[in-house]
């Protein structure tokens, strides 16, 4: 298993282009979540997902979307990337809502 | 909303030393979990705590949930230089069916 996925590493954006981060998760986890991690700010919840065509806002939603089409994918879209957007993007999946699986994170620079 | 607030923000210790973050949270808790983050990895998953009063142990790792289960605690013993890392607390509140609000971190460092 290669448990949760995420690409890209790396990104460095302009203010005002869009992305998408992937993750992929292949435990067949019904819970997925995105957060970001800011240094001294711990780990922030942006959107989740609870299952297959349902998802959810968490604390810092603004400017992230969210869709989740299929039990492995979970994809965030940055609809027009701000520097304050500039973080660590990590993703988690869970089979129970309880233990989180994380995945290596991407570091998005924008400038 | 939730709050999860997390002492101290940083604590360098000698190896040998022993080692406590603590976990306060504004409202009770149904759960909390405990997660290591190495520099420059991911947080991973290391317990948790669902019961009041709970105590658990992973060799040098002490893990309790208060009475009341708003606070919780980590306590490592004889630190080791493995030991170094981020140890972040997590909290659900029972009206809640998923979110997990993270405290902020303890980063802990050890001399060898």
């Known amino acids: 298993n290669a448990g949760v996925t995420q690409t890209p590493k790396f990104q460095v954006l302009k203010t005002g282009q869009s992305m998408t981060l992937q993750c992929a998760q292949d435990?067949?986890?019904?819970?997925m979540s995105w957060y970001r991690q800011d240094p001294g700010m711990g780990l922030r919840l942006i959107h989740y997902?609870?299952?297959?065509?349902?998802?959810d806002q968490g604390e810092v939603p603004n400017g992230y979307n969210v869709s989740r089409s299929t039990t492995e994918d979970f994809p965030l879209r940055l609809l027009s990337a701000a520097p304050s957007q500039t973080s660590v993007y990590f993703c988690?999946?869970?089979?129970?809502?309880?233990?989180?699986?994380f995945g290596p994170g991407t570091r998005l620079t924008v400038t | 909303g939730q709050q999860v607030m997390q002492i101290p923000q940083y604590q360098h210790v000698q190896e040998g030393e022993d080692f406590t973050t603590y976990c306060n949270s504004s409202?009770?808790?149904?759960?909390i979990q405990w997660y290591k983050q190495r520099p420059g990895g991911h947080p991973v998953f290391l317990i948790q705590?669902?019961?009041?009063?709970e105590v658990k142990k992973q060799k040098r790792l002490t893990f309790q949930f208060g009475e009341a289960k708003k606070n919780s605690s980590l306590h490592i013993t004889a630190t080791q230089t493995t030991d170094v890392g981020t140890y972040f607390c997590?909290?659900?509140?029972?009206?809640?069916?998923?979110?997990?609000?993270f405290g902020k971190g303890t980063l802990l460092t050890v001399n060898p």
């Open positions: 988690a999946s869970s089979r129970t809502a309880y233990e989180q699986y």
């Open positions: 435990m067949n986890h019904e819970y």
């Open positions: 997902s609870v299952g297959a065509g349902i998802t």
């Open positions: 409202t009770t808790l149904s759960n």
């Open positions: 705590l669902v019961k009041s009063g």
């Open positions: 997590a909290g659900k509140s029972g009206g809640s069916n998923y979110k997990l609000t």
